[in-house]
Every structure is written in C-alpha cells, then in structure tokens.
C-alpha cells in the first residue's frame, strides 16, 4: 500500500509540473477560458452545425445520445493537444527517463483539460431519459479513460515536429469521427459501427463496445511501446 501511495503521489506530482508549465505558458485566464467556455462552447457550436445539416431538432436529450462522439473527440484532443508545449522544449527524450510516468502523468493532464465539457455530458446522461442508463453512465467513462490514454500514446508515438501538425490533427479528428454512427452525418453499416466509438452502445450492444474499447486500450499500449524505440529524429522538436 505505501509503494501505491508513493506512485500515486509521483505521477499526481509530474503531472501538476506538467499543468503547471502549460498555465505559463498560456497565462491562467487563457488556460481557464480554453478549458471551461470555450471548451462548453466548442461542443454546443458542433452540436448545432450537426443537427442544422440533419434535420435534427436541437435538444439536451438527443445532445446526450452523442456522448458517443463529443467524449472521445474531447478526450482525444486534450490528451494529444498536452504534447504541444513539448514543441518548444524538444525534452520528449526526458520522458524516456521516466517510462512508467509517461502515461499516468499525461492521463491526469488530459483529463483536468477536458473534464468539465465530458463531466457536463455525463450529467446530461445521467439526467437524460436514455435506456440503459447505468451501462451508458459507466460506457461513457470509460471513454473518457481509454481515449485520454490512447491520445496521450499516440502523442508520444508521433512526436510532433511542429505546432502546425498537432493543430491539424485535431482538426482532422472531429470531422474524421463526425462521419461515424449516429444522427448527425453517421451510417447504420455494420462496419461503422465496428470502427467509430459509441457505434454499439448507440444500438444498446454495451458488451461489444467494452470489447472495442479494449482494442483501443491494447493500442495505447503498442503505441507506448514503439514509441519507446530509439528514432532518428528528436521528439517533439518545432
């Protein structure tokens, strides 16, 4: 129990460093203002433009079935976007010094950046009239976990070169995503719903989805392991 106290106390302390150096860097109201408006904000102008170009009427309840999408996407972004100060510090080789605090530290950064719009979408959930609700609510958390861990990964395994290219993949990544299963833009083809999370749990198959999140889970894991490797160029180098 003291050797988990003392890992849970390193890794909550690297990743306040971490925290730490992005609110330098951007200043605490322009961090604060990115995380909790513009972030609520982000969501609610996505939300619009999809059911605008569905037919959809604008309404919490159906903003709630789309957990499925906004989480992952949110989870995604701030996991994958927490590399960018890396840009200007090249110090993605200091991480290799620390292998077992690569994925902790940057999973708690992540998910402090996009708790609050994925916290309002769990409670949307939780207070919504969908079926199911108790294997929703867990489905959804899961999400959050196993998509902060898969973009905090993929991050470390690309090792952006410059800042242009972690803007452009997480521009990519919401319209990517938006093509999946639901009723915005979303198809019903099996093979949808196999590739695009929340594809089952939208039709009910929660069983299928932990499997697929699982996959998920099991790539994180490859993608930390490759990007373990030595490389010929530096990480994260602007």
Known sequence: MTALLRNVETAASLSLLVL??????????????????????NVALLFALFTTAGGQPFSLDLLATQ???FIPLLAMSAAVGSWEIELFG????EYL????WILPSRLLSS??????PCGSF????????????AWQLTTAVLMLVVFSLFG??????FGFRHEKAVNNFLVSVTWVLGFGPGPFFGSDAAGYRALFPGGFSVTGRFDLEAVKLGVVTALAGLLLYLARRPRRFRYFTK
């Open 20 to 41: 730490r150096n992005r609110v330098r860097q951007e200043g605490l109201a322009a961090f604060f203002s990115r995380v909790v408006p513009i972030g609520l904000l």
């Open 152 to 157: 905090s990964a993929l991050g470390f395994y």
């Open 67 to 69: 957990y499925g999408y």
């Open 111 to 116: 998910l402090t950046e996009c708790l609050v």
């Open 90 to 93: 090249g110090i993605g080789e």
């Open 122 to 133: 769990i409670v949307l959930v939780a207070t919504s009239d969908l079926p199911h609700k």
């Open 97 to 100: 010094l620390r292998n077992r």
